[in-house]
C-alpha cells in the first residue's frame, strides 16, 4: 500500500451537504484531530492524538473529515498555510516513518483539506472573504457568491526505459547521490501521456512513447496526486535541462536493485514515495 492511501474513514459525502445531520455530530462522541499547525501530535504510543470538540479554539472553522466507526472526526484550520518548501522540515518526514499506514492516511487527508481552507480565505473571482460550507468541503464567496472548492494538482512522476536500463535525475539542491524518477505537472489542455512525454523531452531532449500507467499517490505537500508512469525512450542521447536538475543518468536493472537495498550507486527515495514504489516494481518486471 502506498503511503497516504487506505483511509479508514468514511467520507460520508451525503452528510457535508445536510446542515442539520452536521450540527448533530457536533456533540461529546466528535473526535478532534490534534494538529500542531499542520504537523500531527503523537500520543504515547506514537499514533496520531485525537481530542474533543472542547480542545478547538472558540473561533476556529471546522472540517468534517468524516466517519470513523460511527464517530464524527474534525479537525481546525489553522491560521496560516504551509509556506515553506514542500518536505523542507525534517519533522515532517519523521512523522511519515513513524505513523502506521492507516494514521499517515488521516493525517495526509487532513493535513491537505485545512491547509487549502488557511490558504483560501479571500475569494479568487472578486477579492471578498470566503467561509467554510458543506462540512469544510468548499468555501463560499460572502460577496459574489462564488463556491470554491478543494484543489488536487495532477503531477505525472515517470520511469523512462531504454535497452534495458532506467533513465533517474538528481534534482538541483538535492544530496549527492541522491536520484529519483524524473517528475512535472500536467499542465492544462494535455493529458497526463502528453505531460510525461512533455516533461521528459524538457527536462531531457529525450522522446518518450508507449506511456502507460503504474499507479498513484495523494502526496499532501500541499494537494499534489502523484500519477506514477512508465514509457519508452526512443535513445539515450541525454541533455539535461540544466534549472530543473543537476543531472540526469541511466542505470541497469542490477544498479536499481543494489541501490533499492541500500548498497549501489545512488541513493533511492525514501519507502514513503511513489518513486520508491516504482523502482521496485521496475525491479520486479
Known amino acids: 500500500m502506498l503511503a497516504f492511501t487506505g483511509s ?4 460520508a459525502d451525503n452528510d457535508r451537504a445536510d446542515p442539520e445531520r452536521l450540527a448533530g455530530y457536533m456533540n461529546w462522541r466528535a473526535r478532534l484531530l490534534a494538529l500542531d499547525g499542520l504537523m500531527p501530535a503523537m500520543d504515547e504510543a506514537g499514533c496520531l492524538a485525537w481530542g474533543t470538540l472542547a480542545d478547538a479554539p ?4 471546522l ?3 468524516g466517519l470513523d466507526a460511527g464517530k464524527p472526526c474534525f479537525a481546525c484550520v489553522p491560521p496560516v498555510g504551509d509556506a515553506a518548501p514542500r518536505l523542507a522540515n525534517p519533522a515532517v518526514w519523521q512523522a511519515m516513518a513513524s505513523l502506521t499506514p492507516d494514521d499517515l492516511a488521516i493525517y495526509g487527508g487532513a493535513r491537505s483539506i485545512v491547509d487549502w481552507h488557511a490558504r483560501h ?4 473571482q472578486c477579492g471578498g472573504t470566503t467561509t467554510i460550507a458543506k462540512g469544510g468541503w468548499q468555501r463560499n464567496c460572502s460577496q459574489c457568491d462564488a463556491s470554491h472548492f478543494p484543489r488536487t494538482d495532477p503531477v505525472a512522476i515517470m520511469l523512462v526505459e531504454y535497452d534495458g536500463k532506467l ?3 538528481r534534482g538541483k539542491g538535492w544530496p549527492e547521490g541522491r536520484f529519483s524518477a524524473l517528475a512535472g505537472f500536467v499542465e492544462p489542455g494535455e493529458s497526463i501521456e502528453e505531460g510525461v512525454a512533455r516533461e521528459v523531452l524538457e527536462e531531457s531532449g529525450v ?5 502507460t500507467y503504474i499507479a498513484s499517490q495523494p502526496w499532501p505537500f500541499p494537494s499534489q496526486l502523484m500519477i506514477g508512469c512508465h514509457g ?3 535513445d539515450d542521447a541525454l541533455t539535461v535541462d540544466e534549472t530543473e536538475l543537476a543531472e540526469i543518468r541511466w542505470f541497469t536493472r542490477e544498479e536499481v536493485t543494489a541501490s533499492l537495498a541500500g548498497d549501489g550507486p545512488f541513493a533511492a527515495p ?4 511513489i518513486a520508491h514504489h516504482l523502482l521496485t516494481w521496475w525491479r520486479d518486471r
Open 232 to 234: 519508452y525512450a526512443d
Open 167 to 169: 533513465m533517474l535525475g
Open 8 to 11: 479508514r474513514l468514511d467520507r
Open 270 to 273: 525514501p519507502a514513503q514515495a
Open 58 to 61: 472558540e473561533d476556529a472553522e
Open 207 to 211: 522522446t518518450v512513447r508507449d506511456v
Open 121 to 124: 480565505r479571500f475569494c479568487a
Open 63 to 65: 472540517v468534517f473529515l
